[in-house]
């Protein structure tokens, strides 16, 4: 019953199109849903995902299951739907997380998998939750239950009815929950209905009968000899020191030393080496993981040797984000802010925070709890980014830069979310301000309960306050080539 309840939850209220209240709504049934599955556990007649866990797991699963309502949430307060899409892809690994409580990536993976062999285990599951229902249906509850629900709905029709008619501002808010029977509405219902149903299936099994999937978590690997690990790391740091040498020079020497030794603008300079430094700290990332897995650290030789490699590898790192985000923040002055900008920034600061938890971890030389916190620190961030407001952060810093330079990409700012909207009123030339904002909002769509958005309610206000003079004067304005 609590499926169902969820699923029907999820149809009558997710809006597919944009980010909304309807999300925060579905998020909130489903993890009902789970719970009541947690509560009532699964009947010894039904085969469970072998070995399954027979405790309650790691307490850390609430906050995982608290992150994923959090994510969902953000689609009530900000309309950019690229963010939300990131928001829901994390949610899918923090639910991941809170269904195995597993603390690698390896186990975000195996509930992935597990997934289909849990909807059609947790389809049995249903179906002897309904026989039971139809069995005490024989005893004469199915005729109450009927019963039961006839009356409910004769009493909400008719005191609906006079409701409606009695008060137009109830009539209005009751035409807005209740949606128009159109063919495409109904699509809409199955559409979904059929998608969240055995997704909510699979979650509800996997929470009753959660899978042991200790074994993927283990850090350790086979072991090499010294020599193996040490001579290719050893030389890789020195590539680093080497690397980072300079890039002291360049962070310090300002703009006339790279004029005069690379022969490019600073911006130009930025710009040339900002992506493969993000990837050489990813990949440096991955060097750190597979050390610490196959790395011996039996003899105290090995660990200290294990601190110092490692350890020195990941300083260099972290000088080499230092300077990535640099590189950034001078191309953003020159040419502005972007979503694309802003979001590879904000990566980096993860890389860098992940170091750093990396040599704490190399106290110990032990780091069991780090793939955890590393991805808890993850989703604080991105949902730090959605509490900074990304659309409007990119429009405050293109006034600001038309307020310097007198430049703006017009073409850029209308393709802007209406979280930007707040952002563009300060803008000094009131024609490119209200044929932006004018722009903003003939894209939002109109929105009932389901997709109520608080940005796209605040930007309606503005935009009916900063009318364009000349809708013919902004198409021209906006769409040149």
């Known amino acids: 019953m609590a499926v169902l309840a969820a699923t029907l939850t999820a149809a009558l209220s997710v809006p597919l199109d944009r980010a909304g209240l309807g999300w925060l709504v579905t998020a909130l049934a489903a993890t009902a849903a789970l719970i009541t599955a947690r509560v009532v556990g699964i009947p010894d007649v039904v085969p469970a995902l072998v070995p399954t866990r027979t405790d309650n797991g790691t307490w850390d ?10 994510l969902l949430t953000v689609g009530t307060f900000r309309a950019a739907g690229w963010l939300f899409v990131l928001c829901l892809l ?3 690994m923090t639910t991941a997380l809170a269904l195995s409580s597993g603390r690698s990536l390896r186990s975000i993976v195996a509930t992935y998998a597990l997934a289909p062999i849990a909807a059609s285990r947790g389809g049995l599951w249903l179906a002897r939750g309904a026989a039971r229902l139809r069995g005490r249906g024989r005893s004469g509850n199915a005729l109450r239950v009927l019963a039961t629900l006839a009356v409910s709905v004769l009493l909400l029709v008719v005191f609906g009815a006079l409701f409606v008619s009695a008060d137009a501002a109830f009539a209005r808010v009751f035409e807005a929950a209740i949606p128009e029977l159109q063919p495409t509405t109904i699509v809409r219902w199955i559409f979904v209905s059929v998608v969240t149903a ?8 996997l929470r009753a009968a959660p899978p042991a999937l200790g074994r993927l978590d283990r850090t350790e690997g086979r ?3 010294r020599l193996e690990w040490a001579i290719p790391l050893g030389l890789l740091v020195l590539l680093f020191a080497a690397f980072v040498t300079i890039q002291l020079t360049v962070l310090f020497g300002g703009v006339q030393h790279v004029v005069e030794t690379a022969g490019l603008t600073y911006a130009e300079y930025a710009r040339s080496g900002f992506w493969q430094l993000c990837a050489v700290t990813a990949l440096t990332l991955m060097v750190l993981a597979g050390a610490a897995r196959w790395a011996p650290r039996t003899e105290p ?3 200290i040797l294990l601190r110092v490699v490692l350890g020195a590898l990941a300083t260099l790192t972290l000088v080499i984000v230092a300077s ?9 002055d020159t040419y502005g802010l972007t979503r694309l900008r802003l979001l590879v920034a904000c990566c980096e600061a993860w890389f860098g925070l992940v170091l750093v938890m990396v040599l704490i971890a190399g106290i110990r030389i032990r780091a069991a709890w780090l793939p955890r916190v590393a991805l808890a620190v993850g989703v604080l961030t991105l949902l730090g980014l959605a509490g900074a407001d990304p659309d409007g952060l990119i429009a405050e810093n293109h006034v600001q830069r038309f307020e310097r330079t007198q430049q ?4 850029y700012l209308a393709d802007l979310s209406p979280d930007a909207a707040p952002g563009l009123t300060g803008l000094d030339d009131p024609d490119i301000r209200n044929c932006l904002l004018d722009a903003i909002g003939d894209g939002m769509p109109a929105d009932d309960w389901r997709g109520f958005n608080l940005a796209r309610e605040k930007a309606r206000d503005l935009v009916a306050q900063h009318r364009p003079v000349s809708p013919s004067t902004c198409h021209q304005m906006l769409y040149r080539s």
Do not use: G
Not at 61 to 70: I, M, N
Not at 198 to 205: I, K, N, S, V
Not at 408 to 411: E, G, K, L, S, T
């Open 61 to 70: 699963r609430f906050l995982w299951a608290a992150a994923t309502v959090a």
């Open 90 to 92: 994390t949610a899918t």
């Open 198 to 205: 055995p997704l909510l299936t699979a979650a509800a099994y």
């Open 223 to 225: 072991k090499v000899s």
């Open 301 to 303: 030789a090995d660990r």
């Open 324 to 332: 990535a985000l640099h590189r950034m923040n001078v191309y953003t």
């Open 408 to 411: 703006i990409d017009v073409q």
